[in-house]
């Protein structure tokens, strides 16, 4: 069974509008953390924001915040107020137990925003 | 100077030759990985090392080997390349903290023909 799943492979969204990429994941450790990153067509991958299970609030990063539903297993992310610098692939990773540092990865949205 | 760095950028192979690709960081940072990606699979581990002692074989090991030669470098072998390892292969760091991200150097587009 995939343990992150990125259901939109694609998106299209104007251009100052926002945007809700979804996740959801599939674990049954009670300790695990949730990571975004931007992949441009430049091709490196840069670190968005992150959310740990135990955490009581959403997380936040300037223009992304996350969507947090543990219950649902959800981990959606919201960028505000959309930028054509924001087209680029987006994935969502989960580290599962407090001690295990390997990531699972999401196969990524491709995020095009229209001016 | 980027943190994460990788030799080389590009490369293009025939099958069965041996590729090394290697990995420098100057981020101080204990734990290294090796992924690669190709296209609608996401990143998939390949090797990853907590410690220069430490070599932990990831969910695609097979046909690959890796070396860390310190605490900053971290290379990936191809023994015996073949056409379906052509893909994009990243280096990424991450310190001990739970809440860690990993750091990913730019990435070696390898081409195996």
């Known amino acids: 069974a995939q343990k992150i799943t990125q259901t939109q492979p694609g998106m299209f969204v104007q251009e100052k509008e926002a945007v809700t990429l979804d996740c959801t994941y599939d674990?049954?450790?009670?300790?695990?953390?949730l990571f975004w990153y931007k992949q441009p067509s430049s091709g490196e991958m840069i670190f968005l924001i992150y959310q740990g299970s135990y955490d009581q609030q959403n997380a936040t990063e300037g223009r992304y915040s996350l969507n947090f539903q543990k219950a649902r297993k959800s981990a959606n992310l919201v960028i505000s107020a959309s930028q054509l610098g924001d087209s680029a692939m987006y994935f969502c990773a989960m580290r599962e137990g407090p001690s295990n540092y390997q990531l699972i990865w999401g196969a990524g949205t491709k995020l095009i925003i229209k001016p | 100077d980027a943190d994460v760095t990788q030799t080389p950028r590009n490369r293009i192979t025939k099958t069965g030759k041996r590729i090394m690709l290697e990995c420098s960081q100057t981020?101080?940072?204990?734990?290294m990985y090796w992924y690669r990606q190709d296209p609608g699979l996401g990143l998939r581990l390949i090797y990853y090392s907590f410690d220069v002692k430490d070599i932990n074989k990831g969910e695609i090991s097979d046909g690959y080997s890796v070396s860390r030669q310190a605490q900053a470098k971290f290379s990936l072998s191809l023994e015996s390349a073949i056409p379906n390892q052509t893909a994009l292969y990243f280096c990424?760091?991450?310190?001990?903290?739970?809440?860690?991200?990993?750091?990913f150097g730019p990435g070696t587009r390898l081409t195996v023909l």
């Open positions: 981020k101080g940072h204990d734990r």
């Open positions: 990424a760091t991450s310190d001990e903290r739970e809440r860690s991200e990993q750091f």
């Open positions: 674990t049954s450790d009670p300790s695990y953390g």
